[in-house]
Every structure is written in C-alpha cells, then in structure tokens.
C-alpha cells in the first residue's frame, strides 16, 4: 500500500466520522427525521455533492448512526458483565440492566434513535443486527451460566407458557441454549421491561411521578432477576 494511498484513507475515515458526529449533534436538535446532508456538508464548508462520496444518501447515514449505537451500548453492556464475578449470575443482570439505562439516559437522542419512533421512510437493513444483539448475548449468556451452575431457579408461582409458543421459544432459545421454555419467556419479559422502565426514564414519562428513580430502577430488575431464577426478588440491602 503506497503512502499516499494511507494518507487518503485517513483523510477519508477523519470525513467520515466528522459526518457522523455533526448528524449525531443533529439528532439532539433535528431529530432523526430531519437529518440532512445537505446541512451537514454546509456545516463542513463542503458543497453538497462531495458528501455523497461518503454517504451516497440519507438512509446511508442512518445505518452508520443506527449501527454505531448499537454497537456503543452493546459494548457499555459487555465491559459491565465482564467487571462482575462470573458467578453472580443476579448481580451481573442487575449490572448489565444499569449499563443500559446509565448508557441511554447519557445518550438520549442516540437511543431515541434505537428504540424511539420509526423513521419515516427508514428500513433498517440487515447490516444492522450484528451490533443489535451484542447486549441481547450477553443477557444470554447470563442466564445460560446460571443453568449450567445449577444456580437457576424460578419459582414456581404461575403456570408455564402454552406449547403453541413452543416454536417462539426455539427460536429464542439461540441466544440462551439449555433455558427451558418457562424461563424463555419470563427472560423475555425481563428484557422488553428494562427497555420500556428506560424509554419511559428518557422519553419523560416519569416526570412528576417518580423521584427515587435510580432505587426503583433497582428494585425492579432486581424483582424480574429474581422471576427468572436468578436468585431472590427481595429488596436490595
């Protein structure tokens, strides 16, 4: 590879991420809907066909950013997990559960980005789903160590899901091998409740409601830890 050659690469991969830290800095004021290359090549001081070298339109963009969350939130949560003792299987959800609201609450317009409203006009390719799940795996994981432990044990307080939910359960079960379908689902449960507990933090449908957030936050993933097996839903000390 010739020097000039690296020299333009580098130059190109600087563009690149000036683009999309400008687009980040739009979403905050903008929204993703009103996200333009056109202000951005401005911004620059680029005319507006030489953006679309980098990205040829604005869905383009979008998946960079989309992509890019993802993957920042995915590795908040892997750092998390990796910091806890491998065989506190509570702790660690319950640590993982705070990496994704600390994460959010400290990027509020790239999670809206994730799990706000649809984009009008957006599909989000599958380039997508690699960054997507690395938090959805290390939930996973958590629960798959647990049952290798021995140390997962739902209690026994509400019947098991149908077995017309048995196919829904294999597909899941991917990410959480040797879960039995019980768990599967009330994993499930835990999971769309930590994102909807987080949505409602940033999105402000707490406001004028709770005050001890942060204890709350706790108390209930700590509850849901305990529905699924991980140890006791009793209050934390």
């Not at 959010?104 to 599909?123: D, F, I, N, R, T």
Request: hydrophobic share 45%.
């Amino acid at each position: 590879m010739t020097a000039s050659r690296t020299a333009r690469e580098r130059v190109r991969a600087e563009l690149t991420k000036e683009i999309a830290d400008i687009a980040r800095r739009q979403l905050a004021t903008e929204g993703a809907g009103g996200l333009s290359l056109r202000a951005i090549a401005r911004e620059m001081g680029m005319v507006s066909s030489a953006i679309y070298r980098y990205f040829p339109s604005r869905d383009d963009l979008l998946t960079t950013l989309i992509i890019d969350g993802y993957n920042a939130l995915g590795e908040a949560v892997e750092q998390a997990d990796a910091a806890c003792d491998p065989g506190d299987h509570l702790g660690r959800w319950l640590t993982v559960c705070h990496a994704v609201r600390d994460w959010a609450l400290a990027h509020p317009h790239e999670y809206a980005l994730l799990y706000g409203s649809p984009v009008p006009g957006y599909q989000a390719p599958m380039d997508t789903v690699e960054a997507r799940v690395r938090d959805t795996i290390v939930f996973g994981r958590i629960l798959t160590d647990a049952q290798a432990a021995g140390a997962l044990e739902p209690p026994d307080f509400a019947p098991g899901p149908p077995s017309s939910l048995a196919h829904d359960a294999a597909a899941v079960r991917s990410v959480m091998p040797g879960v039995s379908d019980l768990v599967i689902f009330r994993a499930l449960n835990a999971w769309t409740g930590l994102f909807g507990w987080v949505s409602f933090e940033v999105f402000g449908q707490f406001n004028n409601t709770l005050v001890n957030r942060a204890t709350a936050f706790e108390h209930t993933m700590r509850t849901s830890g305990g529905l699924m097996g991980l140890g006791s839903p009793a209050a934390a000390p």
